[in-house]
């Protein structure tokens, strides 16, 4: 076998993919990845981007495919390489992200012998992987070829269609790795299908609700109107925000939307349900008996704890992708056809005049929340929660936010305003790890069409500072708003705090880093801001430069638990 047959099957492997819809590649170096790096990077359909460490890479690729919705291709070394790949794999997983996994590796007669850099890939990220294959290194024959496009198809369309998630193959790669000939344009057996077609077409089903699905919801709705929509997470249809906002509006029953699907806008929604819900009075008062779920469960605790606790409410959850969003078994039925098809046909046969009442009174009490968020806000000095209603009340419609998790994603759930022209809202939620989480945004910037900002924790900046190499190794343009409080605030919530330095040293793990200093390093800008002005000041000054800036903005964490008990206080109280 030359490599002359290995590269002519990787290039209609990679053409193949390109005739799929494939825009996207993520390389890291290695040897024994040669010709899978080579036949991507010269395929002229595929932007091939470059990541030295592949956590990063996996990651990035997270970020490109969630922006862009389309599968996106990742190709590593043999060995650790490899295995560097695990935690995104694992969130795309979870979060349901289409990619296509391609790592080298040694064939079977050079495993398990000591051989360099080989190590038990098989079935490497486990379930996290929706399909896995193995694939060989085989002479260029036209069956060979025409298995090798058929397998670019199924690889992309299974990644891609149903519950999208991980495919992962694994080539098994002979030396020579580099050809010592050109390789010929002609490819034995003809090439791909005639006008650009690829091999195996999957054209994508949406499913369509039956006319009881129809009949069933719409009487649940007339003989329950203490209705209630949930929207979480929810990044395939970027309809779907409006669909169901239009639907809550239609139906007037209260949209308890968190900012991951796009559904905080309308008349109907209720931003600050998390602080509503933290109050037992209010909570008792506003118990539903029709509840409507879509997307994954929201972060907030209180709504999920209230969601669980319900007895007599009917809990009806729409998951097309399979994925189970009911951890406390509260679900009676699963719809599994279109949420925005499904609705939309449903609010054509509500009652014209329903009772407006019940919906009145959560926006009366969204309202006072409001008011009494502000308030308290109002006078103190820059704080989490105000950073968080600041970016809600001030970037614009084309932004897309990337939230990292810990208390950035729950400030923003619980301090983001209602608004139609909200920016869009992305976050690592399927696993909720920290990790990633710059890379992750570096690829959105990669694929969204305007600015991208990125709201993260010192933790979480510090676990994928390396991330930050794609601000001049790619040229790509972030603003990194850096919430500084010396470690992991969100612990400072939790009874662990009292352990005294135990607490300290273990959980909330204080580093003193200055990331000044790690954005010199990287060549991105760097600024401090220590209240509002400075702030917005700050902002303007990074949204318009040429380059990646970290805008960091320090905050003391036990202040921050008594600022957040402080605000569910004073919403209480104006509700109560
Ligand atoms: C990979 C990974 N490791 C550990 C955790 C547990 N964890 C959750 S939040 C957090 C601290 C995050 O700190 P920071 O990013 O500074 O945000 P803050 O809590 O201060 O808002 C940690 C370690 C996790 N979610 N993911
Ligand atoms: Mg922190």
């Known amino acids: 076998m030359s490599a002359t047959d290995s590269y002519l099957g990787l290039r209609a492997f990679a053409d193949e993919l390109a005739r799929c819809g494939l825009r996207e590649a993520c390389t890291s170096p290695g040897s024994r990845s040669t010709p899978l790096v080579l036949s991507l990077a010269r395929e002229p359909r595929i932007r091939a981007t470059s990541h030295l460490d592949e956590r990063c890479g996996a990651f990035f690729a997270l970020g490109l495919a969630k922006t862009s919705g389309r599968p996106v291709a990742l190709a590593c070394t043999s060995g650790t390489a490899a295995a560097n790949y695990a935690p995104a794999v694992i969130e795309a997983h979870e979060a349901r992200v289409p990619l296509l996994v391609l790592t080298a590796d040694r064939p079977p007669e050079l495993r398990d012998l000591g051989a360099g850099q080989t190590v038990d890939q098989v079935k490497l990220y486990g379930s996290a992987a929706k399909w ?21 198809c199924r690889a992309f369309w299974t990644a891609l269609e149903g519950r999208p998630g991980p495919v992962h193959l694994n080539f098994a790669l002979r030396e020579p790795l580099v050809l010592d000939e050109p390789l010929p344009a002609e490819e034995p057996g003809g090439g791909g299908r005639e006008g650009g077609r690829p091999w195996l077409a999957r054209p994508a089903v949406r499913t369509e609700p039956g006319p009881r699905t129809i009949d069933a919801l719409a009487a649940d709705l007339a003989a329950r109107p203490r209705a209630v929509l949930i929207a979480g997470r929810a990044e395939r249809d970027p309809m779907l925000g409006a669909g169901l906002a239009e639907f ?35 909570a008792g008062a506003h118990v539903p008996d029709l509840v409507l779920r879509v997307g994954d469960l929201p972060t907030s605790k209180p709504l999920r ?54 919906l009145d009174a959560w926006r009366r009490a969204d309202h006072a929340a409001a008011g009494a968020i502000a308030a308290t806000l109002e006078p103190a000095p820059l704080s989490e929660p105000k950073l968080a209603a600041e970016l809600g009340a001030r970037l614009a419609a084309a932004t897309t936010l990337v939230v990292a998790s810990s208390m950035p994603i729950r400030d923003v759930e619980t301090f983001f305003p209602v608004r139609d022209d909200a920016p869009r809202v992305l976050s ?44 001049t190794r790619l040229g790509l343009r972030l603003t990194i708003v850096l919430i500084d409080n010396d470690g992991g605030g969100i612990f400072n919530f939790l ?32 600024e401090r801001a220590a ?46």
């Open 132 to 152: 896995y294959l193995e694939v060989d290194d085989r002479p260029a024959a036209p069956e060979r070829l025409r298995w090798l496009r058929q397998l670019a």
């Open 248 to 282: 809550a509006e239609r139906a007037a029953i209260p949209l308890l939307a968190e900012p991951l699907s796009g559904a905080r806008r309308g008349p109907a929604a209720i931003a600050h349900y998390d602080a509503l819900l933290r109050d037992d009075g209010f």
């Open 305 to 358: 704890q209230w969601l669980h606790g319900m007895r007599s409410a009917v809990q009806v959850a729409f998951d097309p992708e399979n994925a189970w969003q009911d951890p406390a078994g509260a679900v009676a039925t699963i719809v599994g056809a279109d949420p925005r098809a499904t609705l939309t046909t449903v609010s054509g046969r509500l009652e014209p005049r329903r009772d407006r009442g019940w």
């Open 428 to 471: 690592n939620r399927g696993a909720n790890g920290i990790d990633g989480t710059v890379s992750t945004a570096f690829g959105t910037a990669a694929a969204a069409h305007g600015p991208v900002v990125l709201l993260i924790g010192d933790v979480a900046l510090a676990h994928d500072v390396g991330g930050l190499l794609a601000a």
């Open 495 to 526: 009874p662990v705090s009292r352990e005294g330095a135990d607490f300290e040293r273990h959980v909330a793990t204080p580093h003193g880093l200055d990331f000044a200093h790690a954005a010199a390093l990287y060549g991105c800008g760097y």
């Open 531 to 576: 209240d509002v002005d400075g702030l917005r000041a700050a902002l303007d000054r990074a949204e318009a430069a040429e380059r990646t800036t970290i805008v960091a903005v320090r905050t003391d964490r036990e202040a921050n638990v008594a600022l957040h008990r402080e605000l569910w206080q004073a919403v209480a109280a104006a509700v109560g």
